[in-house]
């Protein structure tokens, strides 16, 4: 039961990382039209759920398996690769941000000694600090499992875009738990698929989604900051 607590609260969607200041990407879907009801906000929503399986998944995969290891050097090393495929600016200051804020406040939090070493290895400069790796590190170190850490997110993803949606859009809280609810029925397929894939098969093809991360940097009127 401790261990359940432990990941509703580091798995919370209102954990105090800045999350609710990003949209992932929907904002400028809406603002360009792509999505424009609950159909398109559904298929926007899924894309963004399976692009993230796909890469930063696989990575909390095996940042999870090399933190339960206490290997930092190689945490650091899948850091880097999580880093270099966000493509936008803006994804990438989303990711590091939450992931230094998860680190930061998980070391204050637990007083674990391992997680407290990450934390000063990205004040330090010496590593990005990517969410993804964050958030693996943080469970692992309290020996919560490497599914449950994919699970969230997973779930994650998907709750950041919805609850964007609720600001951004006419949509309403059932609409939006009923996409929640579809949208998480894929969660085991998606963890089993990442979890016998190696770190270099990290990917996630939704060119679209890029396009409208690039035509955000210059938006003119912004209500979330990616």
Known sequence: MTAT??????????FPIGGFAFSGGLESAVQKRVVT????????????????????GIAVVWAHRAAAAGDLDELARIDERVYARKLSSETRTMSVRMGKKFAEIGAEVTGLPLLAAWRDRIGAG????CYPVALALNFAAQGLAERDAFVVHHYGVASMIL???????????????RLLYRLNADADAAYDEAARLRLDDMAGFAPL???LAAAHVKAHVRLFMN
Do not use: Y
């Open 5 to 14: 607590a432990r990941l509703l609260q580091f798995g919370e969607s209102m």
């Open 37 to 56: 009801d609950a159909a398109t906000l559904e298929a926007f929503a899924r894309t963004a759920v399976e692009q993230a399986a796909a890469g930063d």
């Open 126 to 129: 010496s590593t990005p600090g």
């Open 163 to 177: 609850s964007a949606a609720l600001r951004l859009m006419k949509i309403g809280h059932v609409d939006t738990q």
């Open 209 to 211: 989604a890029e396009i």
